[in-house]
């Protein structure tokens, strides 16, 4: 009986199995010189060998064994073959890449996912090295180390703490959602211009947090019937990706938490959509008097004070002892939630807004949530 690609294809999987990258590639070249004609499953086994010793080099020269003409009636082979993707295979030859800091092949990973117009994500270690220094220093996480040993130190911590987190707290503003609550209110209210400007103030932590949310409000005192109005002619735009990665946070019986300087009657609507209990929003009230008029804001809420994002980070970890507990957005409010007995991770998104300043101190710096949905395992 002659053997098929079947049953070179089962050889290869065992070789595997056991760790025997070389083996496994030389049933494939003995298939090959036989005249066997590899299959999609051939050549995922084939790449799944070299990364189990992380040659992502070795395992993205699978592709040069193929004419171009080749490779693109493989991978859409990869779509219908029950167990193979394309997608799945170049994002094995992604982590890969990441985890030797081998930069060359993971230019290559993203040329082919691009002809393919696969979305990847973020690349992991082009956003979680900042700035990248290509002498003798890298830069990450605001401070310079020397050895790249130290850099994968560095992201393998940050990774690590990802990964066993019991508690994520996100901003909610230009990071759980795309806009900045405060800003379209007052747009909505004849306000907007005015009112941005101390907005950007106030994410750069230039003015107390305080100081700004005061001085907005004061431009368009918006009354009840405007919010109410304003909410359902306006909903909350939510962030790509936040719902997904918030349901898998949620579903592995992680902890999620909205701590924002807007305020509740914008934000409930969002944690409902989520799914996330009202109990665990953290942010102001606006205050209203008995003819719906605005009155001013709950001073005793701690997002309404500089700070105010750490405080309540600090209680919420008292109150719960989390053993590790990350914060999640865009301005220079949620930076300062990473302080003793708060969080222990800052974890910038700038999908929304990319403030320079914030990002520059960050653990992690990242454009889309798909890269921290892809991250988790």
Not at 204 to 228: D, H, I, M, T, W
């Amino acid at each position: 009986m002659t053997p098929d690609v079947h049953s070179y294809n089962a050889l290869m999987c065992s070789f595997g199995k056991l760790r025997k990258t070389t083996e496994a590639c030389k049933v494939y070249e003995h298939l090959v010189r036989l005249g066997v004609k590899p299959n999609a499953a051939t050549y995922s086994l084939l790449v799944d060998a070299h990364l189990l010793i992380r040659d992502s080099k070795a395992a993205l020269s699978v592709t040069d064994d193929c004419n171009d003409n080749l490779v693109f009636e493989l991978l859409l082979i990869f779509q219908v073959e029950a167990g193979f993707t394309p997608k799945e295979t170049l994002k094995k030859v992604q982590r890969c890449c990441s985890q030797e800091l081998d930069f060359d092949s993971d230019e290559r990973v993203q040329s082919l996912a691009q002809r393919l117009k696969y979305k990847m994500g973020g690349e992991l270690h082009r956003e979680m090295l900042y700035k990248l220094e290509y002498s003798t220093d890298y830069y990450f996480g605001g401070s310079f180390l020397s050895k790249s040993r130290d850099l994968v130190w560095g992201v393998w911590k940050v990774l690590n703490i990802w990964r066993s987190v019991d508690a994520v707290c996100f901003d909610v503003d230009s990071t759980v959602c795309l806009d900045e609550g405060i800003d379209e209110l007052a747009d909505f209210c004849g306000a907007g211009k005015a009112v941005a400007e101390w907005t950007t103030k106030a994410m750069s932590g230039s003015v107390p947090f305080e100081e700004a949310l005061a001085a907005r409000l004061s431009l368009f005192n918006p009354s009840l019937s405007q919010v109410k109005d304003f909410l359902k002619k306006r909903p909350p735009r939510i962030s790509p990706g936040i719902a997904e990665l918030t349901k898998k946070l949620m579903a592995q019986n992680i902890d999620v938490y909205l701590i924002s300087g807007g305020f509740r009657q914008m934000i409930n609507p969002v944690a409902l959509q989520l799914g996330i209990p009202l109990e665990n929003i953290f942010a102001n009230q606006l205050l209203f008097g008995s003819s719906g008029e605005f009155v001013g804001f709950e001073a005793k809420e701690p997002t309404s004070r500089s700070v105010g994002k750490a405080t309540a980070v600090q209680q919420i970890r008292k109150v719960h002892d989390y053993k590790a507990l990350v914060m999640i957005g865009d301005g220079a409010t949620d930076l300062e939630a990473k302080k003793p007995g708060g969080a222990d991770l800052f974890i910038c998104y700038a999908g929304v807004q990319m403030r320079e300043a914030v990002a520059a101190k960050a653990d992690w710096l990242v454009f889309n949530f798909e890269e921290l949905l892809t991250s988790m395992s």
